[in-house]
């Protein structure tokens, strides 16, 4: 019998777990998936749910049932990865061999990283909806909010699904504006990038987009603490930022466990290269979703188009042959803008978000880097796609290569 | 590829003057960029200069300032007093370096 180990059963685990049985006969191959969480949750859906457009119904489901038949779920979290031998450790002591290893656990906010910022604070001036228990808090406290100033703020990238503070930020303020309030409310959006994305085109049409909406950016700003007394924010030159309402993303970093492997970068993500996701160190092990260094967007659109190049890259490995499925990046995003519209931006390594029109079967041609209500119902009926067509690992007829068909390059870049 | 002269000699540079071919660069040319963004060069800006330069050649990619401070020892807080406002930007143009991938 020959072992695959999966660590993590988010988005990217679930999925190669999904898509590997399939794959692999039974006879020879025994797959084994480790993961500390009874419930998976849909992301996205913290978003709405800090906003009180979804209940925390349609959020998770629990784990164990969209694991197939024939793979092991082992319930607990890794300790520690020994590449050099095979082994994984788990943080009860228990030892589980592996021939090949997939590493998919994501990234974690980490809000200990920045002095101040889950002090006495944390939750409740100081929010964030990157995880379950943020996503409430916040929207809590946004129901109780009468006014002020709201600082949306990212603390460094990379950070998962890029566009998520855009998109608090649009569904905020129309949030306070339903609520009556948004006269009352002065709102900043506070950026290590210099501008209000990190592509040009992208960054010019979403920079308007939030100066129409009355929002100020503050580009290039690298935070250095919160400061608990003073209830503002400071970044290494020095700029001083007060807020009444702070949502903010905290670092990202991979596991721990990947740092103390050897495996990773100074944030903890395996170091990967992009096009195959094998490791740079070990030949038999990969990493996917969100725990690689590929320079590419944190999504679970990318996990997805990733997991219909990397099996068949696999089964090419373990038969000895070269593997030539090359990822090149792709990434969609749908961006939630308020007011029951939306955007979609496509774009890869080499290209980036650009204006035209992206087909979706059925849905039809949606607009890219524009506001439309059809891009916001995209977004909405994205919860049933990633529940029934994108876990299981079925097939969902979108080329995981970007194409640059129906996409426009504005003049002058 | 636009090109650019530079002391005398013609140098690859990007659309906003980043040096692209890793070794054209020296330091007499690193002075010469460090000058243009009104960078004085002391000892400590050399160091900064130098672990990039490093770090590329076996990395690949342009360290970010959190890595210059985690792995080259240089911290945030003093990146920002060398190369104020845009220290990544900054030492990755006198390094003669591509600008650090926005990341995605
Ligand atoms: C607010 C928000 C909005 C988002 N919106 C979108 C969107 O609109 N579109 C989009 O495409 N993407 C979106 N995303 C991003 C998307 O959810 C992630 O990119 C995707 O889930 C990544 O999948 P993953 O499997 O790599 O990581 P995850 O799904 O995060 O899974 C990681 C798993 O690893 C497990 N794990 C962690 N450490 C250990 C350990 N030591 N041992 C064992 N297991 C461990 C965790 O329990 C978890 O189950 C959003 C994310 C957030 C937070």
């Known amino acids: ?413 | 590829m636009p090109t650019q002269d530079m002391l005398g000699r013609e140098v690859h540079v990007d659309d906003e003057g980043f040096l692209t071919e890793y070794d054209e660069w020296d330091e007499k040319l690193g002075a010469e960029l460090a000058k243009n963004i009104g960078v004085a060069m002391t000892d400590e800006h050399w160091k900064v200069i130098t672990f990039l330069r490093t770090d590329y050649k076996s990395q690949g990619t342009t360290a970010t300032t959190r890595r210059v401070d985690a792995v080259g020892g240089f911290p945030v807080k003093l990146q920002f007093q060398l190369f104020p406002a845009k220290p990544a930007k900054k030492m990755a143009y006198i390094a003669g370096l591509p600008k650090p991938a926005g990341c995605v």
């Open chain 1, 1 to 413: 019998m020959r072992r695959l180990l999966v660590i993590g059963a988010g988005t990217a685990g679930v999925i190669t777990v999904n898509k590997l049985r399939k794959k692999l006969p039974r006879s020879e191959w025994e797959i084994t998936v480790v993961d500390p969480a009874d419930t998976h949750d849909y992301q996205p859906g913290y978003l709405f749910l800090a906003v009180g457009m979804y209940t925390p119904k349609k959020v998770g489901r629990p784990l164990a049932k969209l694991i197939p038949r024939g793979v092991n779920l082992v319930k607990a979290a890794v300790q520690d990865v020994k590449p050099a031998e095979n082994v994984v450790v788990l943080t009860d002591g228990t030892v589980l061999a592996y021939d090949y290893l997939v590493i998919a656990t994501g990234t974690t906010p980490r809000p200990d990283q920045t002095p101040g910022m889950d002090g006495k604070l944390w939750h409740d001036s100081v929010h964030s909806f990157y995880t379950y228990a943020d996503a409430l808090a916040l929207r809590d406290k946004l129901e109780k909010f009468e006014g002020g100033k709201v600082v949306v703020h990212v603390t460094e990238m990379p950070i998962k699904c890029p566009v998520a503070p855009l998109e608090i930020a649009f569904l905020a303020e129309a949030y306070f504006t339903k609520r009556g309030i948004r006269d009352k409310v002065q709102m900043t959006y506070v950026t290590p990038l210099p501008g209000a994305f990190t592509k040009p085109v992208a960054a010019a049409a979403l920079g308007d987009m939030l100066g129409k909406r009355r929002i100020t950016v503050e580009p290039d700003y690298i935070i250095e603490r919160v400061d608990e007394d003073a209830k503002a924010i400071f970044s290494y030159d020095e700029r001083e930022i007060p807020f009444d309402l702070l949502v903010t993303i905290p670092l990202n970093m991979g596991a721990d466990f990947i740092g103390r492997s050897g495996l990773g970068d100074e944030l903890n993500f395996v170091s990967v290269n992009k096009e195959t996701l094998q490791s740079t160190k070990f030949a038999n092990v990969f990493a996917v979703g969100d725990a690689t260094n590929a320079p590419t967007s944190k999504a679970g659109a990318v996990a997805h188009y990733e997991l219909d190049l990397f099996p068949k890259n696999f089964l090419q490995l373990i038969a000895g042959k070269e593997m030539t499925h090359k990822f090149d990046g792709h990434a969609t995003c749908f961006v939630e803008s308020g007011h029951g519209k939306g955007l979609l931006i496509d774009f890869s390594y080499d290209v980036e978000p650009l204006p035209g029109s992206f087909p979706i079967p059925v849905l039809g041609p949606m607009r890219l880097l524009k506001e439309t209500r059809l891009n916001h119902l995209g977004k909405l009926a994205f919860r049933f796609v990633y529940w029934w067509l994108l876990l299981p690992g079925r097939y969902i007829p979108i080329s995981p290569y970007m194409s640059m068909r129906g996409k426009r390059r504005p003049a002058g870049n």
